[in-house]
């Protein structure tokens, strides 16, 4: 899922101090099952800023509305009722729902309350760790299902580093080497052939924006129709 | 170096690191102590990711000085257009050797925040090198207008984990196209000797020429640094030992002994080409080192 973490309420607060009405808007997804940006935090996040703005003698007024997912318009269209008395919109959702909800009502600043860090596993209750950046041309399949784009620090696509350290990565002893873990898990497979062989500099497919229609939806797509 | 190693004497390399400013002198300082006592010097690329005076144009200063430069380049600071362009200018302007590296992480430097750039590694500018040299092309296959005819170099680390892989990563070096390697600085030498037994078993060092990596330890303190502190450094616990025998005054001594002692053995050492002293901050001290490991006079070749 896409993971994110708040921002410093320091920041959230400078974002806000020209406003006294704001609607924070969650989002129900992965950010909700992340625990940084459902329903829950936006009015965690609401009452702490209600609290430090009437401590400084200057209340702000925040509304809370959560949506099922800040990056689907039929969801979005749920506060196209709503939004019209608040200055400004927050959001909690990851950096595209931001984005779409930004998109939908053009007229009103929208605030990120969070930073979106990538897509990540969960290891633990609170505890993600990232696996994928969405470069588009996948190599898992003779990587062993580990990802050397986004585990290795230098994203080597020919690894080991001379760096490696005792299983670790030079950058931090915490964090394992992506090419030591390559190696053990292909060499368990006895499929080591796979990186024997010498690979090519990468055609990066991340350079441009990217869009993306599925096989069969062309038409759809090409008519460009809101909900 | 391509011509002491083709006519099959033993190469003796050095290595200079740019200084961190615009200080040309410094470095013809430093080229002075390597002169006629090297075969080419190395120069580093922004090492250990902190900036200093661009590895070319530290390189043209060597020429200038009549020592013959081997150009390193990292692939943390460049994306694949600013590589080929500077390996057209670097060949342009005099520049033969080049030595193929991935980088250190920024992490490690002055500007920790900096994004890595590591478009390709380098495995893949060996082959990019070749590329250009030996097809005329660019690494997107457009042609280009006389072609730089580098001697291609790479480092190989015979220690980092896992061990039984790394003799495989050198075979991958020599399969993208490498003429020479350096190695990172030996200490181990039981495990050196293993890995060139692979090495020669392979029959990898027909191929290629492999640089032994020498680096004289000036210090119990720095023995310690590096077994402890430098990813992928394997010091043995005799070396510290060793130089825990002596007193303080005699440590860099010691350490110097121990190097010309190594590089003896890498005279003889089957598959072995040369050696490649890593003298850090103590270019002063080759003079002394080449003398006393018996490698001068240099070749002369034309």
């Known amino acids: 899922m896409i993971v994110a973490k708040r921002k410093p309420i320091e920041e959230i607060k400078e974002m806000v101090k020209g406003y006294q009405k704001v609607l924070n808007v969650g989002c129900g997804t992965c950010v909700s099952v992340c625990l940084v940006g459902g329903e829950k935090e936006v009015n965690i996040l609401n009452a702490e800023l209600e609290m430090a703005r009437k401590m400084e003698d200057n209340p702000i007024e925040m509304g809370a509305a959560s949506v099922e997912r800040q990056c689907d318009r039929e969801f979005l269209a749920e506060l196209d009722d709503k939004v019209g008395e608040y200055e400004a919109l927050m959001s909690m959702a990851c950096g595209v729902g931001i984005q779409f909800l930004a998109e939908r009502f053009p007229d009103k600043p929208v605030l990120p309350a969070v930073d979106t860090t990538g897509l990540a596993v969960n290891q633990d209750v609170g505890w993600y760790e990232e696996?994928?950046?969405?470069?588009?041309?996948?190599?898992?399949?003779?990587?062993?299902?580990i990802c050397p784009v986004t585990l290795c620090a230098k994203g080597l696509y020919n690894g080991p580093c001379g760096g490696t350290n005792n299983g670790s990565c030079e950058i931090d002893p915490e964090q394992p080497c992506a090419w030591f873990k390559i190696y053990e898990r292909l060499a368990g497979q006895g499929r080591l052939d796979l990186i024997k062989e010498f690979h090519p500099a990468n055609a990066w497919q991340d350079q441009v924006p990217r869009t993306l229609i599925q096989p069969g939806y062309e038409k759809a797509e090409a008519t460009g129709q809101k909900t | 170096m391509e011509k002491v190693l083709k006519k099959g004497h033993f190469a003796f390399t050095g290595e200079l690191g740019p200084p961190r400013g615009a200080n040309a002198e410094e470095v013809r300082k430093k080229a002075a102590f390597l002169k006629g006592n090297v075969d080419s010097v190395n120069i580093t690329d922004n090492q250990t990711a902190m900036v200093r005076m661009s590895s070319w144009a530290s390189c043209l200063l060597l020429i200038q000085e009549g020592l013959e430069p081997n150009y390193q380049?990292?692939?943390?600071?460049?994306?694949?257009?600013?590589?080929?362009s500077d390996i057209l200018g670097a060949y342009a302007l005099g520049i033969r050797n080049i030595l193929c590296l991935s980088g250190d992480h920024c992490k490690f430097g002055d500007h920790p925040q900096a994004k890595g750039v590591f478009d390709i590694d380098s495995m893949q500018l060996i082959a990019m090198v070749k590329k250009m040299r030996d097809e005329g092309q660019f690494l997107s296959g457009g042609e280009l207008d006389e072609a730089p005819k580098m001697f291609i170099g790479a480092a190989a680390n015979p220690f980092a984990d896992p061990f039984e892989w790394r003799v495989y990563r050198l075979a991958k070096k020599v399969s993208a196209g490498v003429d020479f390697i350096q190695t990172q600085c030996i200490y181990n030498m039981e495990k050196f000797r293993q890995y060139m037994k692979q090495a020669n078993d392979m029959g990898l060092t027909e191929k290629v020429f492999i640089l032994a990596g020498v680096t004289p330890m000036k210090s119990v303190g720095m023995a310690k640094y590096m077994k402890n502190k430098v990813p992928g450094m394997d010091v043995p616990d005799e070396i510290i030992k060793r130089l825990q025998g002596v007193e303080k005054k005699k440590q860099a001594e010691e350490g110097i002994k121990i190097a010309v002692e190594q590089i003896e053995e890498f005279k003889e050492m089957k598959g072995v080409a040369g050696v490649h002293l890593m003298a850090i901050e103590w270019e002063h001290k080759v003079p002394q080192i080449a003398e006393m490991a018996k490698v001068l006079p240099r070749p002369k070749l034309e």
């Open chain 1, 131 to 145: 696996r994928c950046r969405s470069c588009g041309s996948c190599v898992l399949g003779w990587t062993g299902g």
């Open chain 2, 73 to 84: 380049m990292v692939c943390r600071d460049r994306n694949r257009l600013a590589m080929q």
